[in-house]
Each structure stands twice: as structure tokens, then as C-alpha cells.
């Protein structure tokens, strides 16, 4: 049996220039950070005593002969990706919802991907975690999904991801003073809007706009320095808020889904509260909401927006990791 265990991740700026659509032309970065809400995949192989060969449990229950069979799709691809072929039982737990902005299916690929690997007592690196979970989901189910959300699990901690070139990607974790990234982690605060969507759908849509928004595209891509800037220099930590209010609004004219008059009444109750900005995590539509807020603020905050869930976070450092294996093979091959 093997357990894998894969963080979920926050993209505070740059979200949109990691489309191959843009960064394979333009180049583009994000600034991101992994953090200590997981995905859990338990993999085994299947005893010989059922009328299966395969059993996949998430929200749904799947059993059946063949991965064609298999409706989800990253378990099917994944599977038929590795060549896997043995019997296999396979249980995904998460500690956030799906759908929420936080790369949830591209965690669930990667944290996949590393537990079959395990299974089969193979070693694989980061990035090669990342580079097939890319694969699999951009090219082999196509979904319209940016390259962070695979790169940021499998790497974990807080960094800057650069895109394009030969490398296609390059992670440079960020060097900063720990009371610096101790003073952010602080002052961010985290609410669940109970709005679930299809990032794809929307991704897809802000895909198609890509060639009309060069301008906030840009800005979105220099913005990862400026926040780098702020967290190297004695700059004031609220400056890193007020900059992601600018994302927010450049995010938002990206297409017409990315926000509606719900959201932007929490983004705005937030920022009457004393948040100096913030943004929706993922590609928009619902999900998570992180604002940066002052400590002395934090209260109030939480009591103008009691209605939704808060959800407290730590920074995570980890990556994807293999946390309990035993080989429990039911033959000699």
C-alpha cells in the first residue's frame, strides 16, 4: 500500500501568463506558494477476490475490467500514461473541496502519478511530476488548464515560477527573510465562498482572449517581481495586499466569468473591513477568496464576512511526498 500526500497551492500573482497559449510566445512567471491543506491518494494493489480489477473511490465509486472503463478522467489517462496494468485499488481523500481555485484535479494528477510510481517502485523526480502531470492533463484529456497548477504540488514551497524556453519551466524558490515570510503568512486570510465552478470552462474562455489582453497580461507578469521586490526590501508588507488588489483588477477583465455580483460584494465587504486587497483564487468564478490583512484588522473582517468560511493556512515547503509504503503484491512478479 501506498499513501501519497500532495499540497494544495496559492498563486498570488502572475495567473495567466502559464498558458503555453501565451508564455510559449511571451514568456511568463507566477509567485506561489504550497501550502498545509493536502490530498490524499491511496494506492494498493486490488486482492484477487472480486469481480473487478479495478476500484476507484472519490466522490463517486468505480469498479470495473478495464481503464477504458474508467470515467474519471486523470485516473484513466494516468493509468494508461504509466502503462499500468496490475489490479488496483485507489481512494482519494482532499482536506479542501474540488473546484475552489486552489489546482485541486491538477494536485489530485500529481499526487496520483506519484503514488502509482511508488507502487511500482519507481523513483521519479519533481519535475518529472510535474512535466507528465502537465502531459496528461493539457494534452492527453485537454483540458484548458495553466502549467502552474502541476509545477507548484510536485515542487511545494514559495516560489517563482518562470515559463517558457527550452526548459519550459524553471522554479526559483524565493530567498527571504523568515520573520518576512512569517509577517505575510500572517496577514493572510483565507474564506471559502461556497461558489464552486469549472475552472476549464472559464479557462478556456480567458485562452480564447489572450491575443486582446497583452496589456494586463504584461502587468500581471511584472507583478511577480514588484511582489518579490516588496518581500526582499523594508518595503511595508501591506504594499504586498495593496499589489494584489491590481491583480484582482486585472484579472477580472479578463472574461466576464471570473467574477459576479456576489464575489465582488465579498471583495468589497473584505476591503471595507480593513483588508488592504486581495483577489479569488483559480481561474475565477468561485472558490476561495484571499484577502492580505493587518493583524489589528483581522477581527473585523472575520465578523463582516461571519456568513463564510474561514480557513486558516500555513506556508508549506514539502512537495508532493510518498508518506506510507508497503509492498503488499498479491504474486512473485
Do not use: C
Request: cysteine-free; aromatic content about 12%.
Amino acid at each position: 500500500m501506498i499513501i501519497s500526500r500532495t499540497p494544495f497551492r496559492i498563486s498570488f500573482f502572475g495567473g495567466g501568463t502559464d498558458y503555453p497559449e501565451w508564455y510559449r510566445e511571451n514568456g511568463g512567471a507566477v509567485l506561489s506558494t504550497s501550502i498545509n491543506k493536502f490530498s490524499y491518494i491511496t494506492a494498493r494493489y486490488l486482492p484477487p477476490f472480486f469481480d473487478y480489477k479495478y476500484r476507484i473511490r472519490y466522490y463517486q465509486r468505480e469498479e470495473t475490467n478495464s481503464i477504458e472503463d474508467i470515467q474519471h478522467p486523470s485516473v484513466k489517462q494516468s493509468l494508461k500514461f504509466l502503462k499500468f496494468t496490475d489490479n488496483l485499488d485507489l481512494v482519494h481523500h482532499a482536506d479542501l473541496p474540488a473546484r475552489a481555485g486552489l489546482g485541486s484535479s491538477s494536485t489530485f494528477t500529481v499526487g496520483l502519478l506519484h503514488a502509482i510510481y511508488a507502487l511500482q517502485s519507481k523513483m521519479v523526480s519533481k519535475r518529472q511530476l510535474a512535466m507528465n502531470a502537465i502531459n496528461i492533463e493539457q494534452n492527453l484529456i485537454k483540458e484548458s488548464v495553466g502549467s502552474q497548477d502541476q509545477i507548484a504540488p510536485a515542487f511545494g514551497g514559495f516560489n517563482k515560477i518562470e515559463f517558457g524556453g527550452i526548459n519550459e519551466f524553471t522554479v526559483k524558490p524565493i530567498s527571504v527573510n523568515p520573520q518576512r515570510t512569517k509577517l505575510l503568512e500572517s496577514n493572510l486570510m483565507l474564506f471559502f465562498t461556497r461558489f464552486s465552478r469549472t475552472a476549464s470552462n472559464i479557462a478556456a474562455e480567458q485562452i480564447k482572449s489572450i491575443h486582446k489582453r497583452k496589456v494586463e497580461l504584461t502587468e500581471m507578469h511584472e507583478s511577480v517581481d514588484q511582489a518579490i521586490e516588496i518581500m526582499t526590501s523594508n518595503q511595508s508588507m501591506d504594499d504586498f495586499g495593496r499589489l494584489l488588489g491590481v491583480q484582482w483588477k486585472n484579472k477580472k477583465k479578463m472574461t466576464a466569468l471570473v467574477t459576479n455580483a456576489d464575489i465582488d460584494e465579498i471583495y468589497s465587504k473584505g476591503i471595507k473591513a480593513g483588508a488592504t486587497g486581495g483577489k479569488l483564487l483559480g481561474a475565477g468564478g468561485g472558490g476561495f477568496m484571499l484577502f492580505y490583512v493587518p493583524k489589528d484588522k483581522q477581527k473585523q473582517v472575520k465578523k463582516d464576512l461571519k456568513d463564510l468560511l474561514y480557513v486558516p493556512f500555513a506556508f508549506d515547503y514539502t512537495g508532493s511526498q510518498i508518506i506510507y509504503y508497503s509492498d503488499t503484491r498479491y504474486s512473485d512478479k
